[in-house]
């Protein structure tokens, strides 16, 4: 009996594991017919995970490795894996494989899974990352102004993060990031200038609402997608428990969340 029960454990785990990651759902993607760019492309694959749900602390676990989960998303691994099918989509290695490497290369810092602090969890930290990989070009500097503040929330609020809520050496090496994070300048659009830059806007780019909160970068991030001559966005809503495309438009909601002080844009290479 105790056999029998095992073996259905392992069928059960591996059954999760399979649910976790089918390659078939990327090869399904990938096979959707071309878009002229990159932003037609990012949008095409985002509008696949429409309706699927909310989720998160999708990416924590007892130990660290990639995690390539398609049936619910948070804002964060929303972008990510959207970004990944579609710069898959648009290469010369159009295949499962490449997507991992590509979600694996976004995600952790030169694409190495070493503990909890080689994932990258700043998104001005993430954003940074990409750009030095060339995945994409962060917009900011040149719309906006310098961002003067300085990102320790993680450090600060270590009880809401139970990989180091009470590991030293994790806390070390989080504490270690935000100091190097520091040496790196940051630039926003300020919330009350960005009817002035918001026609510079395209379908596609990454639109990431900068914080009000003390040593936090990022609240939310999404995809911009422009609908009968309005800038609304795609993500994943907490709000709403899905992903979605806004029915409010960009502005609107920008100016709606108190906690967001504006935005960063950056373009998908």
């Known amino acids: 009996m105790k056999r029998i029960y095992f073996l259905l454990f392992c069928l059960l785990f591996n059954a999760n594991l399979f649910a976790q990651f089918q390659p078939s759902l990327i090869e399904a993607k990938l ?6 760019n990159i932003g037609e492309t990012l949008i095409q694959i985002g509008e696949t995970f ?36 579609s710069l898959v989509k648009r290469s010369n290695d159009a295949t499962s494989d490449n997507y991992q490497k590509i979600l694996q290369n976004l995600r ?39 961002m003067d503040k300085k990102i320790d929330f ?5 009880n809401l993060y139970p990989a180091f809520a009470k590991d030293e050496k994790t806390l070390a090496e989080i504490i270690k990031m935000e100091e190097n994070l520091a040496k790196k ?43 009968n001559g309005k800038l609304h966005f795609m993500h994943a809503s907490l709000e709403k428990k899905k992903i979605i495309v806004s029915d ?22």
């Open 108 to 146: 952790y810092r030169n694409g190495v899974i070493n503990g909890y602090a080689s994932r990258i969890h700043y998104f001005s930290d993430w954003a940074k990352n990409a750009e030095k990989n060339k995945y994409l070009q962060d917009l900011s500097p040149i719309l906006g102004v310098k």
């Open 31 to 36: 096979k959707l017919p071309p878009k002229s």
């Open 154 to 158: 993680m450090s600060k609020h270590r």
């Open 248 to 269: 409010e438009t960009l502005y609107q909601y920008l100016m709606r969340i108190k906690k967001d002080s504006g935005v960063m844009v950056l373009r998908v290479n």
């Open 50 to 85: 429409l309706g699927l749900p909310y989720e998160g602390g999708t990416l924590e676990g007892p130990e660290e490795k990639l995690v390539c989960k398609l049936d619910a998303f948070d804002c964060y691994t929303f972008v990510e894996n959207v970004m990944a099918i």
């Open 185 to 227: 300048q940051l630039y926003y659009i300020k919330k009350e200038d960005f009817q002035t830059y918001e026609s510079a806007i395209k379908d596609g780019d990454i639109i990431a609402f900068t914080s009000t909160i003390a040593g936090l970068d990022v609240n939310h991030e999404g995809f911009a997608v422009w609908k």
